[in-house]
């Protein structure tokens, strides 16, 4: 819950850096840092990426090896598939029909976790106490790490702010506070559904999966 809170505000910054300045935050990295610093900024954005796709595409093959019963190689190179599909689709259809794909998969996923809860049902107590922080042991903080990373991702606040300037541009004025006043609405919108998302999957996880 508090990754999520804090996502939401990192990444309505990002997109108001790009609203107000017309700059993406790559581009204000590499206007006023040095090389050095520049460097480490695309070093760790390339690492990160490559992580979170890491965790992704083992998410896919796991989750097909659930559902399906099939070898995590293969769910792998499905993932990957359907993944490289998808992006090469958006640069042929555009922006605007990519996003409305993308929203109806979260909506997918999000009324199959909420159906799955209704089948399996979690504790209230546990749900309650989980709402309060506390490690037990070093597996649960390596947890938490996991979750904080997924939630607030440096490579998306890269991208949001390039996104921001790539659909609006640059404005002033009252349009300016209009648009940030919509973007603050559609980050916290995509932020609590996705928030949402992730509540449901630990929670299904905790009271339907073994292990």
């Known amino acids: 819950v508090l990754a999520n809170a804090m996502a939401v ?8 850096l790009g609203l107000v300045t017309g700059a993406s935050l790559p581009e204000a ?16 954005a390339e690492i990160v990426a490559m992580a979170t796709d890491l965790a992704e595409l083992l998410g896919g093959a796991i989750a097909l090896n659930l559902l399906f019963d099939l070898p995590l190689l293969a769910g792998g190179l499905i993932t990957a598939v359907v993944s490289t599909g998808l992006l090469v689709m958006r640069d042929r259809i555009g922006q605007g029909p990519f996003e409305r794909v993308v929203i ?19 504790s209230g107590a546990g749900m309650l106490g989980g709402l309060v922080p506390a490690f037990s042991g070093g597996d649960s903080i390596v947890l938490a790490a996991g979750m904080l990373g997924a939630t607030v991702m440096p490579h998306a606040v890269y991208l ?3 996104l921001a300037t790539d659909r ?10 209009r648009l940030l006043r919509a973007t603050r609405l559609d ?4 932020m609590l559904l996705a928030g ?5 999957m630990l929670l299904l996880a905790a009271s339907a999966l073994d292990g």
């Open 9 to 16: 505000l990192v990444q309505y910054l990002s997109a108001k």
């Open 29 to 44: 990295v590499r206007d006023r840092l040095g090389t050095p610093a520049r460097l480490a900024y695309w070093a760790q």
């Open 104 to 122: 109806g998969m979260l909506l997918i996923i999000a009324i199959g976790f909420a159906a799955g809860l209704l089948v399996a049902p979690p």
């Open 160 to 162: 949001h702010s390039a």
């Open 168 to 177: 609006h541009g640059t404005t002033a004025g009252p349009a300016l506070r």
């Open 187 to 190: 980050v916290g919108t995509a």
């Open 196 to 200: 949402t998302v992730n509540l449901a």
